[in-house]
């Protein structure tokens, strides 16, 4: 199993991000997949949840309306589309399968929202 | 929201101690409750899943008890290895969150 994050990177306040998490050695679409992000030097932060189908999806209220979560199955990728980037958006963000707990995680991707 | 309260914040320990790490929810959770450690730099690793179900791969000195709104993690013997932060996390009902995190460290 590996999971790989990209396209985190500085962008100014108001602006917009768009992550990947590419996926190997499962199954993806059988798998619930989450985001969780850490800003620096805090703990965890659970943000978004999508189903294995992509029928459902759920959102912390600290990025509800600005965040959307997707996947592309046939493609293994997992997204996480950030719009209205403020500087508390800046953190670590990693994607996680779920499986009775978030059982494998990517390295994580570094966003940084600066002026 | 269902919050998660941990304690202590900040534990201190030698190798060799058995410590313990409680988790509170504030409303019944079930057994839905998961356990990680995360080291500097990397990322937060499952150790316990289901409240008390250890990871495949977790050392057995490693334990977590509990249902409903209180929960521990135990670590029998300490390790050099498991000086770490720990999280909990609850999985009941969508929206997930997090405990505020446990610092192990060296006493």
């Known amino acids: 199993v590996q999971l790989v994050e990209s396209g985190g990177g500085l962008v100014q306040p108001g602006g917009s991000l768009r992550l990947t998490c590419a996926a190997s050695?499962?199954?993806?679409?059988?798998?619930?997949m989450n985001w969780v992000r850490q800003a620096p030097g805090k703990g965890l932060e659970w943000i978004s949840y999508?189903?294995?189908?992509?029928?459902?999806?759920y959102y912390a209220d600290s990025v509800r309306g600005r965040f959307t979560i997707s996947r592309d199955n046939a493609g293994n990728s997992l997204f996480l589309q950030m719009n209205s980037l403020s500087v508390e958006d800046t953190a670590v963000y990693y994607c996680?399968?779920?499986?009775?707990?978030?059982?494998?995680w990517g390295q994580g991707t570094l966003v940084t929202v600066s002026s | 929201d269902i919050q998660m309260t941990q304690s202590p914040s900040t534990l201190s320990a030698s190798v060799g101690d058995r410590v313990s790490i409680t988790c509170r929810a504030s409303?019944?959770?079930?057994?839905?409750l998961a356990w990680y450690q995360q080291k500097p730099g990397k990322a937060p690793k499952l150790l316990i899943y289901?409240?008390?179900t250890l990871e495949s791969g977790v050392p057995s000195r490693f334990s977590g008890s509990g249902s409903g709104t209180e929960f521990t993690l135990t670590i029998s013997s300490l390790q050099p290895d498991d000086f770490a932060t720990y999280y909990c996390?609850?999985?009941?009902?969508?929206?997930?969150?997090f405990g505020q995190g446990t610092k192990l460290q060296i006493k």
């Open positions: 996680a399968r779920e499986d009775y707990g978030l059982d494998y």
């Open positions: 050695g499962f199954t993806f679409s059988s798998y619930e």
């Open positions: 999508i189903r294995g189908t992509g029928t459902f999806t």
């Open positions: 409303q019944s959770i079930g057994n839905w």
């Open positions: 289901k409240a008390s």
């Open positions: 996390q609850q999985y009941n009902t969508y929206l997930y969150t």
